[in-house]
């Protein structure tokens, strides 16, 4: 079956030092989409990226999709504590079943005050 | 709109017992899933339901039942719950139309002893 794999699993990083993730499938995805998990919280969507080389921005994060649409990255600028989570990527098989989402294991982001 | 609602938010149970983890939403979407969450592991889905009457098992459906009856619930079922289920279980949502981002439910943490 598909899986989507992210690294790093942890990144403990200083405040106001840069922040990346990434997302990688083992199929062609139509879609991807990244969530943000808070400490005790729920995941909330974040963004979706859909065309090939897709890029993204969202104040300090940056969102990008692979020209080959299989993985995916998200980078944070200046890390405030602000960003303490866990962050998933979220990917739809191309070709695959429209109503089901396969979630990565996710990056717990700790920030250093 | 109070969005998706999970009830309970915490439980213990024995081994072998059985309960219902209760989901709603009011946002009138079509499509709700269920998934767990164990530590590190990242979201696995368990069933999911594309509209009322319409149920279907995701990757992890052992020892687990739902219903839809109505648009808005979407109940989990747990029978003989053993110590394997200890996990946070969300509750999701979204609306019918390619692309969207799922809404979460705060969550319900079940522990079984």
């Known amino acids: 079956g598909q899986q989507v794999m992210q690294i790093p699993q942890y990144q403990h990083v200083q405040e106001g030092e840069d922040f990346t993730t990434y997302c990688n499938s083992s199929?062609?995805?139509?879609?991807i989409q990244w969530y943000k998990q808070r400490p005790g919280g729920h995941p909330v969507f974040l963004i979706q990226?859909?065309?090939?080389?897709e890029v993204k921005k969202q104040k300090r994060l940056t969102f990008q999709f692979g020209e080959a649409k299989k993985n995916s990255s998200l980078h944070i600028t200046a890390t405030q504590t602000t960003d303490v989570g866990t962050y998933f990527c979220?990917?739809?098989?191309?070709?695959?079943?429209?109503?089901?989402?396969?979630f990565g294991k996710g990056t717990l982001l700790t920030v250093n005050p | 709109n109070a969005g998706v609602t999970q009830t309970p938010k915490f439980r213990i149970l024995k081994i072998g017992q059985s309960m219902t983890l209760q989901c709603t939403q009011d946002?009138?979407?079509?499509?709700m899933y269920w998934y767990r969450q164990d530590p590190g592991m990242g979201l696995k889905l368990i069933y999911y339901?594309?509209?009322?009457?319409?149920?279907d098992k995701g990757e992890v459906p052992n020892g687990y039942n739902v219903s839809r009856s109505t648009t808005e619930d979407f109940p989990l079922r747990l029978e003989l719950a053993a110590p394997s289920q200890t996990s946070v279980y969300f509750c999701?949502?979204?609306?019918?139309?390619?692309?969207?981002?799922?809404?979460f439910g705060p969550g319900t943490r079940l522990t079984v002893l």
């Open positions: 999701a949502s979204r609306a019918g139309t390619d692309y969207n981002e799922q809404f």
């Open positions: 199929t062609t995805l139509s879609n």
């Open positions: 990226l859909v065309k090939s080389g």
């Open positions: 979220a990917g739809r098989r191309s070709g695959g079943s429209n109503y089901k989402l396969t």
């Open positions: 946002m009138n979407h079509n499509y």
């Open positions: 339901s594309v509209g009322a009457g319409i149920t």
